[in-house]
């Protein structure tokens, strides 16, 4: 656990080969929406992007800064989680249950352990630690019930000057009382943790009904005059996981066309709002989410994990519905979004679909920086950004030596193949270092 | 790459914790089925197993032998892939396709390279070194159409003293010529590779046509004369894999009942066959593949990767069929058993079924053994069997570490829960050595 300053205080520049998406090669030819720079050259002044170019284009006025030399690496926009549980690190692959008996069996017992504020603290940093290691330099994050949990994860989210957004969990039903609020406490809770954490800093908050089921109508009604209240926060849930939960939803809430439509009566489906999974999502509820503008995360490794069916990202993707690729820890499996976007695949292929690397990358890149509103400082090398990135070894273990080329991509279909191979077989190990506002927070690099 | 001896010397033992299994945790209570011993020795003598049990019953005897000690550290039998192809893994990881297209874009292309025996025999080493690394000791092999792919395979494997099964594939129609034979050609080359190879050292022949579309009914014929011929010989093909292929099978065969009949009728379905996927199989084709004893390997990372649907495990194992676990490399998109017993677990999630860490593990090892009918040697720590082991690190990563207790398990509850976060979180980095025939083949282990 390391804690890097807010900024680069010296211009520094970095050297290397750089990838990131100008456009959403769901829409546009993947051509028009890669940019592509074998030698490039990034300039970073206080943590910004100053400049972003070829190196020979930018030698001239650049050349006399330090430069760290990346030259067989291939850079790219830090990766952007849209939906992860920060207290379920630790029962990561919990055994042998679907979604609603899982809940019960291990997530509740776990997440009541962060009343306890220096527990909090400890598994944040272990779960910042790996967010690192795996390249990912922005989360969407649920806490637990427990206020604290949520000062434990930002106050750590801030001491790293990392760009977070994270709620505590509201939940006044159908769970034990060591994880549950009440709708009036998790009003009052919610209301003074925005206060004290919505825009300080790099860091955002998420107005957080866990999900349909364990709140009562009065708590969604509570979380959706939050929203009126403070109009720049998110809504962040949970919707259509499983088979078993739609139908509950519908029996808890008789009265409503539907598991969406639960949260619609609230006032909590806006253009801020962030729903995970979406498996189970009906053609009407598509088009809800699209006129509305809301966010889909798509977790394909817990999807698979705990069993709950095949997003079909085809189908949000057609409707312009934005989506971000998340991790779902402790559903899913592993902190890697390049793990990640290869089970993405599998669910594609099953559902008799493609998902392009490029298409799979936009999502962990820039496609989740629009999804969270956060394009304007986040998701790719444009000026004025933020400079959070990842070094990637395109050459990690000994079969990516055997598949990848030493040689850098000389064309897009080069490097389409090469950044296909590294999400099918890379994990934390192509992680060669994480910098985040331009300064080294992470490295398996020994040449540094 | 190394070359090791065929066997040990001196007697040599090992203490550490040990987990392998007695009988078959898909038919018998677990706690019948395992065998945990938390400190035990193995004594290995010229490379088979002289004695096993807990370290306090042999210290007596077998005290003053030299002893390695791996007491923090869980010991397993050697894992079994038994569907393989060796000429594709360089690749791995080929991008977009299902099956058909998959072999005519990518396999094709790379398997007509083997008929260069140095080359073949470059990637053989290639091949052996990621087995290893991985903790897989004995594999079902397909070579390439190529009787020089075989001979450098199974070479490479002789010195290294490996277990391993192979053939040439027989495909004399809708190939390209660079890897196509002729019924007749493949017949005679066959038949001298079986002659020279089959009960060689610890080497094995299986009997090849890739599958039913890329044979004519005159090759399989032959196929089947083989079998008849050489009667110790394995069959190995695949079967109902993907859809479009059953389909294009009733085209080619328009009087067989199915895809299961045009191997029946060949006389390849046999106790002796091995039949990879499965996946598409019906009701019928299950019951006579019970009936003849024939195993099926079941490669859910592949049948993931191709988009080729969900194998019925629990369906296969309730007939009682013998299945082993594979890899499919490079259908599949890695060569650890371990990363491939987490997807055979989210295959049997996503059909709503359950496999516990110890059915997984069952199947790589002692399940795979019985399925080759290698249970005589392989698959478990039996006085007598082969000492072809792997020695796993529990916390190999900081997750791993966090999630597993350093501390061994003291009941089978704990061991079942460990080796679960193994197979769902662990990779090659999870093997920390694997030892063939008592001598030391792969290590990680810095304290060594």
Same mark, same amino acid.
């Given at each position: ?27 546009? $030819? ?51 989680? #849209? ?38 603290? !400890? ?12 390249? #990912? ?19 750590? @989210?801030?001491?790293?000057?990392? /760009?977070?957004?994270?709620? !505590?969990?509201?939940?006044? /039903? ?15 809770? #919610? !209301? ?32 959706? /005059?939050?929203?009126?209240?403070? $109009? ?68 394909? #490794? @817990? ?11 085809? !189908? ?79 050459? $990690? ?5 055997? /598949? ?45």
């Amino acid at each position: 656990m390391t804690s890097a300053p807010l900024s680069s205080d010296e211009p520094v520049a970095f050297r290397g080969a750089f990838l990131d998406f100008v456009a959403d090669p769901f829409h546009q $030819p993947e051509d028009d929406c890669v940019r592509y720079l074998r030698d490039g050259l990034l300039v970073v002044v206080d943590g910004k992007i100053q400049a972003f170019g070829t190196y020979g284009s930018l030698q001239g006025a650049y050349g006399e800064l330090p430069i760290t030399d990346y030259r067989d690496r291939l850079i790219v926009p830090g990766f952007i989680d #849209t939906h992860i549980h920060y207290p379920q690190t630790e029962m990561i692959a919990a055994y042998g249950e679907q979604l609603l008996t899982w809940l019960e069996q291990y997530t509740f017992p776990v997440e009541s352990k962060f009343a306890d504020k220096d527990y909090a603290s !400890k598994i944040a940093h272990i779960f910042l630690d790996e967010l690192l290691r795996n390249g #990912t330099t922005t989360a969407l994050v649920l806490a637990t019930v427990h206020p604290e949990s949520v000062d434990a994860f930002l106050e750590a @989210s801030e001491q790293r000057g990392l /760009r977070m957004i994270a709620g !505590k969990v509201m939940m006044d /039903r159908n769970a034990p009382e060591s994880v549950r609020d009440t709708a009036e406490s998790s009003y009052q809770q #919610t !209301k003074a943790l925005i206060e004290k954490w919505h825009g300080r800093g790099r860091l955002s908050y998420a107005v957080t009904p866990r999900f349909a089921p364990t709140s009562t109508p009065q708590q969604l009604a509570y979380a959706g /005059r939050l929203l009126q209240e403070f $109009p720049g926060v998110y809504l962040h849930t949970h919707l259509s996981e499983n088979e078993n939960e739609v139908a509950w939803v519908q029996e808890l809430f008789p009265d409503c066309a539907g598991y969406l439509d639960v949260y619609e009566q609230a006032g909590l489906v806006t253009n801020r709002s962030v729903f995970a999974h979406g498996v189970q999502l009906t053609e009407e509820e598509f088009n809800r989410l699209a006129e509305q503008g809301s966010t889909i995360a798509h977790c394909p #490794t @817990s999807n698979l994990f705990l069993g709950s069916g095949l997003f079909n990202l085809v !189908k949000a993707k057609e409707n312009n519905i934005p989506v971000g690729i998340a991790t779902d820890v402790g559903g899913g499996t592993g902190f890697s979004l390049l793990q990640t976007l290869s089970e993405a695949y599998k669910v594609a292929q099953l559902r008799q679909n493609n998902l392009s690397s490029f298409q799979a990358l936009f999502l962990a890149t820039l496609g989740g920086a629009q999804a969270l509103h956060l394009s304007d400082s986040l998701g790719n090398f444009g000026p004025g950004k933020d400079a959070d990135f990842v070094v990637l070894n395109r050459q $990690p273990t000994p079969l990516l030596k055997l /598949r990848n080329s030493s040689d850098l991509p000389t064309n897009l279909q080069e490097l389409a193949d090469q950044t296909f191979a590294l999400m099918m077989l890379g994990d934390d190990r192509a992680v060669a270092a994480t910098y985040i506002l331009g300064k080294l927070a992470h490295s398996t690099d020994s040449r540094l």
